[in-house]
Each structure stands twice: as structure tokens, then as C-alpha cells.
């Protein structure tokens, strides 16, 4: 029972020392990952000394990669930004750009298709890039999608998915 007790006075620690203003859903994702990896490392230790080591660097590894899990695109950014890019890939030319912007969180995002091409086996595709702005960070992608035979687009890569 001290080993789970410690486990939890550490993530809180670790917690409280932050200095960085989170949504919800950051915070989030943040506490599940440190639970997350904080119990898988502390089943990967041997012994009191080694549980703790393991189950401490879990947490700390299991909240960054939630924390950042979650700084991609979410809800009504994810909407916005798929409406924008099915658009771009159905009706924009090579090198159109267009944007959109989220009210709701203040995100926004610009898409560009790159280059159009068929491939061997007849299927249309389109390269194109994108930039999303979020509240604290920009980030920068690129992707690629190929039309179906029905006429939908089906997104083979993007760097935002």
C-alpha cells in the first residue's frame, strides 16, 4: 500500500510543478498516460527499489506522451481541419491555399495541395502540406490521398492523423 501511495504523492508532484497553462483535454491525457505508464513500470521493476524507480520514470514518460499526445489535432480542430482538407482535394488546383479557423479553441490551419499524379495501378492521387497554428505552438505536415472509385478521398498519410 506505501508503494501505491508513493506512486500517487509523485505524480502529483510531478504534477504540481508545472508551470504550463493545459485545456482539459491536455490535462487529460496527461494523467492517463502518467497512470498508464506509472503502473506498467511499476509491473516491469523487481523489488521495492526497482518498482519505484520504474513505476517514477513511467509516470514521468506516460504524462509527456500524453500531454503531447493530445497537442494534436482534437474534436472541432479534427472536424474543421477534414472539411477543409476533403475540399482541398476534391475542388483546389496545386498550390491553392485554403484555411479555416476554429472559434471555439482559436486554432486555425491552412491546407495546399503540392502535386497531382496517377499511380501505376490508375488510381488519382494528390501530395499536399499543411500548417496548423495552435494556441502555443505551429506545426507543419504533409500527406497524401488517393481517390476511391466511388469518388471519395481516402487519406493514405498525413502527418496529423
Do not use: H
Not at 27 to 55: D, E, H, K, P, R
Request: aromatic share 8%; net charge positive; with cysteine.
Amino acid at each position: 500500500m506505501k508503494k501505491k501511495i508513493s506512486a500517487i504523492m509523485l505524480a502529483v508532484s510531478v504534477a504540481g510543478c508545472s508551470n504550463v497553462d493545459m485545456t482539459r483535454e491536455e490535462m487529460l491525457g496527461t494523467a492517463a498516460g502518467a497512470a498508464a505508464g506509472g503502473f506498467l513500470g511499476y509491473q516491469l521493476g523487481g523489488g521495492i527499489l526497482m518498482n519505484s524507480v520504474f513505476a517514477t520514470l513511467g509516470t514521468v514518460a506516460g504524462g509527456a506522451g500524453g500531454y503531447y499526445a493530445t497537442q494534436a489535432l482534437m474534436g472541432t480542430d479534427r472536424a474543421a481541419y477534414e472539411q477543409t482538407t476533403k475540399k482541398g482535394l476534391a475542388e483546389a488546383e496545386d498550390g491553392k491555399v485554403l484555411d479555416w479557423k476554429n472559434p471555439e479553441t482559436g486554432n486555425s490551419g491552412i491546407f495546399r495541395t503540392t502535386n497531382s499524379f496517377q499511380m501505376a495501378d490508375g488510381r488519382y492521387c494528390r501530395q499536399y502540406r499543411t500548417t496548423v497554428s495552435f494556441k502555443k505552438n505551429v506545426r507543419s505536415g504533409v500527406g497524401m490521398a488517393c481517390r476511391q472509385p466511388n469518388g471519395q478521398w481516402q487519406v493514405v498519410s498525413d502527418d496529423f492523423s
